[in-house]
């Protein structure tokens, strides 16, 4: 059985233009100027005590900063050893707004994303939870805000593992962490036409056809769709993505069907389907006992 949840929007533009993304600013043989760049913009002086290179990252450790980015998709990632996902003596009570603020400002003054095609998406926190086994007490802590920015192209949101960035901000209100895929687009190749929703959504009935269990999307967006950390993408071009939960007794599994939305497509759409946590929270366990 397919059942919908979720359902694509009622609006849907006749036409699109497809974009060539632009030559890759963080090439390996430009990633390490580009590191040093970010580092300066981070208040840092921007000579690396360690540069470290590999086929798919270039990394650049100054202070307390890792900073890298990825050849292949020009994912940019940075972290402050120590504090990232540690928590501070501070009570976390920096509330969503605030956080938002500072991340939103971050990522201004760093230049990481252009701010015309920023949108808040959400929040989220990193909570421990820990506690004394034999006295059965737990307790719970929140390490972070993981503020999470997402992309919107001339008028048209971006969706799939990319086309976003992550802002990690600590009780002190200090940016800890970062995580961006954001490719810089380029020049317009033209319009395309886009086809008619129930053509897409054929796909799930399919789908629903041969797998054992009951259907239920979730999810149903349409937009531009940015592939993940671990892909090359040439092209930004708009697709149907459906994110639904397959239900057998009690097994169940979580999928995505993306389709091209668009009658000429330029890529293939294919790679990693990571998508953004939804959830409020985010929880690591650690427990502890009284010996």
Not at 94 to 102: F, G, H, K, T
Not at 228 to 249: E, S, T
Not at 269 to 283: A, D, H, I, N, S
Request: a neutral charge; aromatic letters at 6%; hydrophobic letters at 35%.
């Amino acid at each position: 059985m397919l059942e919908f949840q979720a359902r694509l929007p009622n609006t849907i533009p006749t036409s699109l233009p497809v974009y060539r993304l632009g030559p890759d600013a963080t090439a390996i043989s430009d990633a390490g100027v580009q590191l040093s760049m970010l580092a300066q913009r981070l208040g840092m002086k921007g000579r690396a005590h360690e540069s470290l290179r590999s086929d798919d990252w270039s990394l650049h450790r100054e202070e307390s900063w890792e900073l890298g980015v990825h050849g292949r998709s020009g994912a940019i990632v940075g972290r402050r050893e120590g504090q990232y996902l540690r928590g501070s003596d501070a009570t976390f009570d920096l509330n969503d707004d605030r956080a938002s603020e500072i991340a939103s400002s971050f990522l201004r003054r760093t230049a990481i994303a252009p701010v015309r095609e920023m949108r808040l998406r959400g929040v989220t926190h990193l909570r421990t939870a820990g506690g004394d086994e034999r006295a059965n007490v737990g307790r719970e802590e929140i390490l972070d805000a993981g503020v999470v920015i997402g992309r919107s192209v001339n008028g048209t949101e971006v969706d799939g593992p990319g086309g976003a960035a992550m802002v990690n901000v600590d009780a002190t209100g200090e940016v800890v962490g970062f995580r961006c895929i954001w490719r810089p687009v380029g020049e317009s190749m033209g319009r395309v036409k886009i086809i008619d929703p129930e053509i897409a959504q054929r796909g799930l009935t399919a789908i629903a056809n041969r797998v054992r269990g009951d259907v239920l999307v979730t999810k149903a967006s349409f937009g531009y769709f940015e592939q993940g950390m671990m892909d090359r993408q040439d092209y930004l071009q708009p697709a149907f993505v459906f994110v639904y939960v397959v239900r057998d007794d009690e097994v169940s599994y979580r999928s995505v069907e993306v389709v091209a939305a668009s009658e000429r497509t330029y890529e293939l759409l294919q790679g990693e389907k990571r998508f953004p946590v939804k959830r409020k929270t985010r929880r690591r366990l650690e427990v502890t006992t009284d010996r």
